[in-house]
């Protein structure tokens, strides 16, 4: 709605009728700051675009409606205009 905040919309994986343009929220999120439940500071996301390294927590924290962390930041993608 109106009143929504990219914080909220990224906790719960918001999409909206813009989707098939520009692809949900978990595509366009680039990488995070969040904060666990012990206090613990996590940044996820990085340069590279592919990696085997482990589980993608970006991907798994956007979407969780905080579940697993509170969403601190936020980096997305930029679209022209």
Do not use: A, F, L, P
């Given at each position: 709605g109106a009143d929504a905040s990219l914080g909220g919309m990224a906790a719960c994986g918001a999409s909206g009728t813009t989707a098939v343009k520009y692809g949900t929220m978990?595509?366009?999120c680039l990488g995070l700051t969040a904060v666990l439940a012990s206090g613990?500071?996590?940044r996820t996301g990085g340069r590279a675009r592919k990696s085997s390294a482990?589980?993608?927590l970006t991907r798994l924290l956007v979407g969780s409606e905080g579940t697993l962390a509170v969403l601190t930041e936020v980096q997305l993608k930029l679209y022209p205009l």
């Open positions: 978990r595509e366009n613990e500071v996590v482990g589980y993608d």
